[in-house]
């Protein structure tokens, strides 16, 4: 099988969002496997490892209006989330601990966790609707309880995030396939002709 897909993503993108509802279908098709990574874009959680992104862009009436416009597009469940945007340190952690031990769990993990922010409403910044995501999945309670303080698990995200600002990621989603990155949900088209045709 040919290079995977990195996938990297915020759980409070909207953007990242609609992504995750794609690109696995996408890799598929093209015979590629999807390498998942949560990264923090939180600006006030520098020391978190978060990367820095204007917020006031992703509060605009533009993206709001956008997001709605292309969840209808591509026919995937949105609802507007409260508050917007929110700390999602203690998601990204869980996720890290789980893609380490196994990646389909924390795959599965994600896809949760979103939907029960941009389509539930859930705050997803409570530790307390995580792990009732975690138990809705049948994985262990207390694993992921200590996740979100286990100073392994957050050494180990800061590395995932330096890691990805290194390799040239600013947002999510931000793909990147044989060195090649593609910014945003909007790229999906082009990453889709490079996995079909080809460096172009």
Do not use: C
Request: aromatic share 14%; no cysteine; glycine share 6%.
């Amino acid at each position: 099988m040919s290079a995977p897909i990195d996938f990297y993503f915020d759980f409070s993108s909207p953007y990242g969002y609609l992504a995750s509802e794609q690109i696995d279908a996408i890799a598929e098709k093209h015979g590629r496997n999807v390498m998942w990574h949560a990264i923090v874009l939180d600006a006030h959680f520098q020391p978190q490892g978060g990367m820095r992104i204007p917020s006031a862009l992703m509060r605009s009436e533009y993206v709001r209006r956008d997001v709605e416009r292309s969840a209808a597009f591509f026919e995937i469940p949105f609802k507007e989330p409260s508050p917007y945007p929110l700390h999602t340190e203690h998601a990204a952690r869980a996720f890290q601990w789980l893609s380490d031990r196994n990646p389909d769990e924390a795959r599965a993990f994600a896809h949760a966790v979103y939907r029960a922010y941009f389509v539930d409403g859930r705050n997803i910044a409570e530790t307390a609707v995580l792990l009732e995501i975690t138990e809705a999945l049948g994985l262990d309670r207390d694993d992921i309880s200590a996740a979100f303080s286990d100073a392994g698990t957050k050494a180990r995200l800061k590395a995932e995030i330096d890691l990805a600002e290194a390799r040239g990621v600013f947002g999510s989603p931000f793909f990147i396939v044989e060195g090649e990155g593609f910014w945003g949900n909007d790229r999906l088209p082009q990453l889709e002709r490079w996995l079909a045709k080809g460096p172009y």
